[in-house]
């Protein structure tokens, strides 16, 4: 069985790392004794994230910019962090961006845009990355080998105004959950985790990452509060990424498939669940 003893002196890769819940989980690795590679399509976040853990852990980090909407420079962040720490034992694929509109305001752009970085972006991750951790064969003493992918819990209870970026985390799921079955019997893990409403500079970051060339990121006055209420929830839905990784590293070493991070909407997904059921009820009464 898999121990926290088994991540320390091991490579931690983390996507979205200058800021956020990417910022949080390169710090939860960083203290179980992790090496961490922070990389973040702002480089200058990065570089302060991984100072701060040199600083504060003392454990080997690097730095490095990556658009994981383009081939190349996901293939460039992996080669820099093969060169700086030797390899990756645990890859978090945590990427997002957010466009906020009613499905008949977003623009084919709009759709292309958030699936290409969400969708895209977390198979070109996992193309890049999986090669190195293939390489930390546990027969070579490398412990443990896992990869996250972040997906949302819009995706679990989807909510109006986020047409694409609830599709995208579904699509992050069924990528998930099929890697997970074709590298398990390689001992590589595969966890999906649910991030719900934090306190971080997703919106912002968002509006920075969107290309010039499909027109400025905009959010209607409306469109949180129309989102928030289709989905019931409140200010207990919002939390701290700090507080959201709290159980990131315990499931990890478990292999747990999936982590919810925080949020009051298990009474709406077993709801939905419940109309699946039905589904299947109403199926098998007339075959």
Same mark, same amino acid.
């Given at each position: 069985?898999?121990?926290?003893?088994?991540?320390?002196?091991? /490579?931690?890769? /983390? #996507?979205?790392?200058?800021?956020?819940? &990417?910022?949080?989980?390169?710090?939860?690795?960083?203290?179980?004794?992790?090496?961490?590679?922070?990389?973040?399509?702002?480089?200058?976040?990065?570089?302060?994230?991984? @100072?701060?853990?040199?600083?504060?852990?003392?454990?080997?980090?690097?730095?490095?910019?990556?658009? /994981? &909407?383009? #081939?190349?420079?996901?293939?460039?962040?992996?080669?820099?962090?093969?060169?700086?720490?030797?390899?990756?034992?645990?890859?978090?694929?945590?990427? &997002?961006?957010?466009?906020?509109?009613?499905?008949?305001?977003?623009?084919?752009?709009?759709?292309?845009?958030?699936?290409?970085?969400?969708?895209?972006? #977390?198979?070109? #991750?996992?193309?890049?990355?999986?090669?190195?951790?293939? @390489?930390?064969?546990?027969?070579? &003493?490398?412990?443990?080998?896992?990869?996250?992918?972040?997906?949302?819990?819009?995706?679990?209870?989807?909510?109006?105004?986020?047409?694409?970026?609830?599709?995208?985390?579904?699509?992050?799921?069924?990528?998930?959950?099929?890697?997970?079955?074709?590298?398990?019997?390689?001992?590589?893990?595969?966890?999906?985790?649910?991030?719900?409403?934090?306190?971080?500079?997703?919106?912002?970051?968002?509006?920075?990452?969107?290309? @010039?060339?499909?027109?400025?990121?905009?959010?209607?006055?409306?469109?949180?509060?129309?989102?928030?209420?289709?989905?019931?929830?409140?200010?207990?839905?919002?939390?701290?990424?700090?507080?959201?990784?709290?159980?990131?590293?315990?499931?990890?070493?478990?292999?747990?498939?999936?982590?919810?991070?925080?949020?009051?909407?298990?009474?709406?997904?077993?709801?939905?669940?419940?109309?699946?059921?039905?589904?299947?009820?109403?199926?098998?009464?007339?075959?």
């Amino acid at each position: 069985m898999s121990t926290f003893e088994d991540l320390q002196g091991r /490579v931690a890769v /983390v #996507t979205g790392g200058g800021s956020g819940l &990417g910022a949080a989980m390169c710090h939860e690795f960083a203290a179980v004794g992790m090496a961490v590679a922070a990389l973040d399509i702002d480089e200058t976040n990065a570089q302060a994230t991984a @100072e701060s853990l040199a600083r504060e852990f003392g454990v080997p980090t690097v730095a490095a910019r990556v658009d /994981v &909407g383009d #081939t190349a420079s996901v293939h460039a962040a992996a080669a820099s962090v093969r060169a700086a720490l030797g390899g990756c034992d645990v890859l978090c694929a945590n990427v &997002g961006v957010q466009q906020f509109g009613a499905i008949d305001r977003l623009t084919e752009d709009d759709w292309r845009w958030v699936l290409e970085v969400n969708v895209l972006g #977390t198979v070109r #991750t996992v193309a890049a990355f999986l090669p190195m951790i293939r @390489e930390r064969a546990p027969a070579e &003493g490398a412990g443990l080998r896992r990869i996250l992918l972040t997906a949302s819990s819009g995706a679990l209870v989807p909510g109006v105004r986020l047409a694409a970026y609830t599709a995208s985390k579904d699509a992050v799921i069924g990528y998930g959950e099929t890697l997970r079955q074709e590298l398990a019997d390689e001992g590589i893990g595969v966890m999906i985790v649910f991030p719900a409403g934090m306190s971080t500079r997703h919106l912002e970051s968002s509006k920075l990452a969107r290309p @010039e060339e499909i027109g400025e990121w905009v959010i209607a006055p409306d469109d949180i509060d129309a989102m928030m209420s289709s989905r019931k929830v409140g200010e207990e839905h919002v939390a701290t990424a700090e507080h959201a990784v709290r159980n990131l590293v315990a499931d990890l070493v478990a292999n747990e498939p999936y982590l919810i991070t925080h949020g009051a909407y298990r009474a709406e997904y077993h709801a939905r669940l419940a109309a699946l059921e039905a589904a299947f009820d109403r199926m098998e009464g007339n075959p």
